[in-house]
């Protein structure tokens, strides 16, 4: 069953989704040679907990425990990577996934930065994967279909220009979800079409769900490593993981964790984002 939020529920999904905007927006100004990823992570810690929030991320999760309030991927690492003592390096690339729960509502989102001058093909594998994030949130509108978000991933990726000596690899297996009272929820958002997998749920108001599409410079395919968490490409290619929560209003869009609410990306794709009921 898909949780469908009223309108002052969406409310308080709002304030919880503005302390993960806080909690990345630091992660991000804190990224540089030298810096570790447990210090990101401690970083997002003192902000969640200054907002008068707590993790969805340190906690247990299918049986094994995440011991960060952050997820950080470097390089060929996809998603789920756990801080600790790796020291990043000029020309890395981190991806920093992050949630909080604030008032019994979860917020969860990622970011991609790049650590000082990256390659050109690195630059684009960001570039592309947060434009398919949000060519995906611009389908979030009332009665479309959840494979129209799928779709939408997809088809943005595929039209883009190839990598120099690669291609864009959409992660198989990983994807999306709905995120409200917990943190993964129904529906699973595939980031491209599954033949056999039907037209999914309509989007009513009051749908929220994580869009994060992750694509690597290569494979699809991935393994996880020893540590039961960290996942990476098969090939050694580096990969980029985007997200933002969503949730589909009358009036259209609400970016939840995105500080003005999508509008300014939105409006770039032809869509108006819903007001921010906090504002």
């Not at 970083?43 to 969805?56: F, Y």
Request: hydrophobic share 40%; with cysteine.
């Amino acid at each position: 069953m898909v949780e469908i939020k009223t309108p002052e529920q969406i409310a308080k999904m709002r304030a919880a989704g503005l302390v993960v905007a806080e909690a990345l927006k630091a992660c991000r100004e804190a990224v540089a040679p030298g810096v570790t990823t447990q210090e990101l992570n401690d970083i997002a810690d003192k902000v969640i907990t200054d907002h008068g929030a707590t993790s969805n991320f340190r906690a247990h999760h299918g049986g094994l425990w995440f011991p960060g309030v952050i997820c950080a991927s470097v390089n060929n690492e996809v998603v789920h990577g756990i801080p600790g003592d790796r020291v990043l390096q000029e020309g890395d690339l981190i991806s920093i996934d992050c949630g909080a729960i604030l008032d019994g509502w979860h917020g969860d989102s990622a970011i991609t930065v790049a650590v000082g001058e990256v390659r050109p093909e690195v630059e684009m594998l960001s570039r592309v994967t947060e434009g398919s994030m949000w060519a995906g949130i611009a389908q979030m509108k009332k009665n479309n279909r959840l494979v129209d978000v799928s779709k939408a991933i997809e088809g943005f990726i595929r039209r883009q220009p190839l990598p120099p000596k690669g291609k864009w690899g959409i992660t198989e297996g990983y994807g999306g979800h709905g995120i409200g009272t917990a943190m993964h929820m129904e529906p699973h958002v595939l980031n491209y079409v599954e033949r056999g997998r039907g037209k999914g749920p309509k989007l009513v108001p009051g749908t929220v769900l994580a869009i994060e599409p992750m694509v690597s410079l290569g494979t699809p395919h991935t393994t996880v490593l020893e540590d039961d968490w960290t996942v990476v490409t098969n090939d050694g290619t580096w990969a980029s993981h985007w997200e933002h929560s969503v949730a589909v209003t009358e009036q259209g869009p609400l970016v939840l964790t995105a500080f003005d609410g999508g509008k300014a990306e939105l409006a770039k794709l032809g869509i108006t984002a819903a007001p921010d009921p906090l504002a």
